[in-house]
């Protein structure tokens, strides 16, 4: 019985020693994803976290170079400039709005789990928006605003429910608004403004939201051609005017003013020639 289980314990640890050398034989720890080196020791209860940020540092082009102590050699990557950290030394946002920053935005971001934050607004940061952002449980807070991002409004967005404020405004996406969004019932926020979307608006629970800056939205989802590409053609409508009256009176005294000349003047040379034959009569 003792020798089995020294058998037993041999093998386990032969198998041990055996994974973990295949394991660095294929991802040796210079070289751990996408092509990226790196160098120095990095904490393992951080390391996916740091690989996350250095990837998203490579991705993108930083010419006044804010990002330039990004470095996983760092000690401390909770010292990093646009960086807060938990008490704990977890990621919580990343804050590198107005910083010229253009390139792409990495899709490793989702290994970030503790964020909360992002706010990337007023850059030149173009592509895709990354679908893998809804695996942020956590994130609050996302604003991608004044940007060059192409492509649809990714429906994972939606898997993150904690969502309270998403700003995608003024960016160049396309395609309808995915359905998904009435399912971030904690939305206070949601800016869609001056992009190319099209489409209706499906039911929000945001407390407030913009859509306009959008020419082929159908703010009811009834309207005729709602679900095609092109704009429905405009039709006359009568609307309010700021002192109470509305058009449609005013349109309506124009009108009998009008009809009431037109009808004095073809009668009125009929009416004299009556008085003048009763008069000699």
């Known amino acids: 019985m003792v020798n089995r289980r020294r058998e037993v314990k041999k093998s386990y640890a032969l198998f041990s020693s055996t994974f973990f050398c295949i394991f660095f034989l294929f991802f040796p720890p210079a070289e751990l994803s996408d092509g990226v080196k790196y160098e120095g020791n990095i904490p393992w209860q951080k390391n996916f976290e740091v690989l996350a940020l250095i990837e998203i540092k490579s991705s993108l ?5 804010v990002l330039v102590n990004w470095d996983n050699a760092a000690v401390d990557p909770c010292s990093w ?5 938990s008490p704990d030394g977890f990621f919580l946002s990343i804050g590198a709005s107005d910083q010229s920053l253009s390139g792409t935005l990495a899709s490793s971001i989702c290994n970030l789990t503790y964020l909360q934050t992002v706010r990337l607004q007023n850059n030149n940061i173009r592509g895709n928006i990354p679908p893998e952002i809804g695996r942020l449980m956590k994130l609050k807070t996302l604003d991608l605003s ?3 991002f192409t492509g649809q409004i990714p429906p994972t967005l939606s898997h993150s429910t904690s969502f309270q404020y998403l700003r995608l405004n003024n960016n160049s996406l396309t395609g309808t608004i995915p359905t998904s969004v009435a399912n971030m019932t904690q939305l206070i926020l949601l800016d869609l403004s001056y992009n ?4 209706p608006v499906p039911r929000l629970h945001a407390n407030a939201y913009n859509v306009i800056g959008n020419p082929q939205i159908c703010s009811t989802g009834t309207e005729e051609d709602c679900n095609r590409t092109h704009p429905k053609p405009t039709s006359l409508t009568f609307t309010e005017s ?7 009176q005013k349109f309506t ?6 009809l009431a000349c037109i009808l004095l003047v073809d009668h009125c040379p009929w009416f004299l020639l009556r008085e003048k034959i009763i008069r000699r009569l």
């Open 253 to 258: 005294v124009q009108f009998g003013l009008s």
């Open 146 to 148: 004044n940007n060059n």
């Open 81 to 85: 400039d646009l960086i807060t950290c």
């Open 61 to 65: 082009i930083d010419p006044h170079g």
């Open 242 to 248: 700021s002192d109470g009256g509305t058009k449609n």
């Open 196 to 199: 190319n979307l099209s489409g």
